[in-house]
């Protein structure tokens, strides 16, 4: 799983530190947060989204180096991944 933007409290000694409070988003931090993984609705709709983007780029990634191990197949070399 990929999450790239978790918001958070911050470093406590930092100036401009806000607290998060216990159940509020842990992605925006502005709304209480029912869903069992700390985000709130608006943001587990946009995280899911976000997840469904990083799949499609992964699936695409790993259909290129397959298509790169055909490739070398066809070139009487060995496979891409040792
Ligand atoms: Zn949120």
Known sequence: MIITHVAC???IRRP????VKVNMC?????TDAP????YCATC???VRVELSDGF???RSYLAAWAAFDAWLHGHDEG???A
């Open 9 to 11: 409290g911050g470093n």
């Open 16 to 19: 401009g530190y806000v607290p």
């Open 26 to 30: 842990v992605r925006c931090g502005e």
């Open 35 to 38: 869903d069992p993984l700390g």
């Open 44 to 46: 587990a709709v946009q």
């Open 56 to 58: 499609k780029r992964l």
């Open 79 to 81: 496979p891409a991944l």
